[in-house]
T-cell receptor, first 117, second 109 residues
Framework: GAGVSQSPRYKVAKRGQDVALRCDPI?????LFWYQQALGQGPEFLTY????????KSGLPSDRFFAERPEGSVSTLKIQRTQQEDSAVYLC???????????????FGPGTRLTVL | GQNIDQPTEMTATEGAIVQINCTYQ??????LFWYQQHAGEAPTFLSY??LDGLEEKGRFSSFLSRSKGYSYLLLKELQMKDSASYLC??????????WGAGTKLIIKP
C-alpha cells in the first residue's frame, strides 16, 4: 500500500482483557515505531524496531506491553490484562532508516483508538 | 533532561499569517520536525530542519536556530483547513524523536 496502515481503527476492551494491535508499515521501510498518544498531548515513544530487531523498548510502560516484528515488516503491539489507564490512541510510524539524516522522516498510520472500560 | 516547549493554543484569522514557536533541549541533536495533526487523525509530516535557516515550502516555512534551541513554523495565507494541532519534535543523539504536546491552531473567518 501507499501508506502505513493499522488495524483495528477502534477497539473497546473490558478491563483485564488482552488486545493485539497491528501495524503494516510502508513497504521497504527498515524502521518501525510505536507511540502512545493521550488526548491533547504529543506522541509518547513506546518502542522501536530496525527490521525484525527490537532495538529500544524503553518507553513500554509495563511488562504488560509487548511488541514484535518477526519478519521485519508487519508489527503487533500486544497489551495484556488491559487497565483503564491504557486507554489512548496507539500510533505506528515507519521510516527508511532512523539513523540516516534525510531518510529518517517518520510516516504515521491512522492509529488505533483503544478504550478500556 | 529533554524538553520541548510550544504554546498550547493559538488563534488566527483566515488569510492572515501565524508563527508557531518551539524551543527544545535535547541530548544531542539530529534535526527538528514539524507535523500537522487534524483531530482524530494521524500526524502528517510538514518539514525537517537540521541546518540553521529558513526552509520554505509553499504556504508553510520552517526556521531553525541550533545555537538558540529554537524553531518556528510560519503559515501564510491561512485557510480554514489549517485548523489543526502542530507538533514540534526534536531528534536526539540516539535518533529518538522527543515530542512537544502540540499547538492547537484555531482559524476564525
Amino acid at each position: 500500500g501507499a501508506g502505513v496502515s493499522q488495524s483495528p481503527r477502534y477497539k473497546v476492551a473490558k478491563r483485564g482483557q488482552d488486545v493485539a494491535l497491528r501495524c503494516d508499515p510502508i513497504s521497504g521501510h527498515v524502521s518501525l515505531f510505536w507511540y502512545q498518544q493521550a488526548l491533547g498531548q504529543g506522541p509518547e515513544f513506546l518502542t522501536y524496531f530496525q527490521n525484525e530487531a527490537q532495538l529500544d523498548k524503553s518507553g513500554l510502560p509495563s511488562d504488560r506491553f509487548f511488541a514484535e516484528r518477526p519478519e521485519g515488516s508487519v508489527s503487533t503491539l500486544k497489551i495484556q490484562r488491559t487497565q483503564q489507564e491504557d486507554s489512548a490512541v496507539y500510533l505506528c510510524a515507519s521510516s527508511w532508516d532512523r539513523e540516516t539524516q534525510g531518510a529518517d522522516t517518520q510516516y504515521f498510520g491512522p492509529g488505533t483508538r483503544l478504550t478500556v472500560l | 533532561g529533554q524538553n520541548i516547549d510550544q504554546p498550547t493554543e493559538m488563534t488566527a484569522t483566515e488569510g492572515a499569517i501565524v508563527q508557531i514557536n518551539c524551543t527544545y533541549q535535547t541530548s544531542g541533536f539530529n534535526g527538528l520536525f514539524w507535523y500537522q495533526q487534524h483531530a482524530g487523525e494521524a500526524p502528517t509530516f510538514l518539514s525537517y530542519n537540521v541546518l540553521d535557516g529558513l526552509e520554505e515550502k509553499g504556504r508553510f516555512s520552517s526556521f531553525l536556530s541550533r545555537s538558540k534551541g529554537y524553531s518556528y513554523l510560519l503559515l501564510k495565507e491561512l485557510q480554514m483547513k489549517d485548523s489543526a494541532s502542530y507538533l514540534c519534535a526534536a531528534m536526539d543523539s540516539n535518533y529518538q524523536l522527543i515530542w512537544g504536546a502540540g499547538t492547537k491552531l484555531i482559524i476564525k473567518p
